[in-house]
């Protein structure tokens, strides 16, 4: 089993930054691959980023490319996606998922790749 808890959410105005975190607990052999997701006011949830935890392979939505990135901490067990340049449209709430991946390639955010996943974290740019 898989735990995995997201913080540093919060409001912030247009062009500003936040830095989320996911700390993941658990069974290391299902969480080959991390992802973060959010879902706004009445829209699908959407793939933003996700990262292989041997960090070679990042992939981005091409929404957030160039503002968001992806990073880990292995010796934290954490997850960080770094958010600058925020627009209104970002607002929602940010979910962190793990999962397990037989090739890095397949480390991709979509949620079919993903098995566990966060209670998220409030994001509101205004």
């Known amino acids: 089993h898989v735990q995995l808890v997201e913080s540093g959410g919060g409001s912030v105005q247009a062009g500003g930054s936040l830095r989320l975190s996911c700390t993941i607990s658990g069974n290391r052999v299902s969480r080959d691959c991390v992802g973060w997701f959010r879902q706004g006011p009445g829209k699908k949830r959407e793939g933003v980023a996700s990262?292989?935890?041997?960090?070679?392979?990042?992939k981005y939505a091409d929404s957030v490319n160039g503002r968001f990135a992806i990073s880990l901490d292995s010796a934290k067990n954490t997850v960080y996606l770094q958010m600058d340049g925020l627009k209104t449209e970002d607002t929602a709430m940010y979910y962190c998922?793990?999962?397990?991946?037989?090739?890095?390639?397949?480390?991709?955010?979509?949620?079919?790749?993903?098995?566990?996943w966060g209670q998220g974290t409030q994001v509101t740019v205004s």
């Open positions: 998922a793990a999962g397990r991946v037989y090739d890095p390639s397949a480390c991709t955010p979509v949620t079919t790749v993903f098995g566990y």
């Open positions: 990262i292989t935890v041997a960090g070679e392979r990042l």
